[in-house]
């Protein structure tokens, strides 16, 4: 396959993704709601999920608020108050599922982006992002063309930037004002 049919191909299930969650617009602003009203959001992912969030939480800190990377070293606890945000395609990752109980346990909220509305996480949280793409182990094409779980994580990177975007732009804030937020030690 030539590298322009498969970016053709990847911009078409992107656009269908994208597509199917503009229906679910209320799930996104409730999403956005949460991380507005939090005193502290985390993010949390395994594998190509997490980095994909970990692009999200940059983008929260430039806006101002205070993001952490569950797992990075000066993560603090999390607490009443605080939002979790999880990506799970299968919605069963062990480690994001015990996250996402500790979270509720102790008063935060959780926004879960995932594929299965029925699982575990989706279950535990509070608002839940259904994303329509193949999981990492639908290997049969029947969702997505591409390989493994990379819809999902592609559209977790999307819905991380529209949250962004939108938050941005509710906060009145210029992008020169958001500038100085952006690493200096590079």
């Known amino acids: 396959m030539p590298v322009t049919d498969a970016l053709a191909l990847i911009a078409a299930e992107n656009a269908a993704a994208v597509k199917a969650l503009a229906s679910r617009g209320t799930e996104l602003d409730a999403a956005a709601a949460q991380i507005r009203g939090a005193d502290r959001v985390f993010v949390l992912g395994a594998g190509r999920s997490g980095i994909a969030l970990q692009l999200t939480a940059m983008r929260f800190m430039h806006l101002g608020l205070t993001a952490h990377v569950v797992g990075e070293v000066t993560a603090p606890a999390i607490g009443d108050g605080d939002v979790l945000v999880v990506a799970s395609g299968s919605g069963s990752t062990a480690g994001i599922v015990r996250a996402a109980q500790t979270a509720v346990d102790v008063g935060a909220g959780v926004v879960a982006i995932t594929a299965d509305a029925s699982s575990d996480l989706a279950q535990l949280a509070t608002v839940t992002i259904l994303v329509e793409a193949a999981r990492k182990l639908d290997r049969d094409s029947a969702v997505s063309a591409q390989y493994a779980g990379s819809l999902f994580e592609q559209t977790v990177v999307t819905i991380g930037d ?16 958001l500038w100085p937020r952006h690493s200096n030690l590079e």
């Open 162 to 177: 529209a949250l962004f975007h939108s938050l941005w732009h509710g906060s009145g804030l210029s992008a020169d004002e």
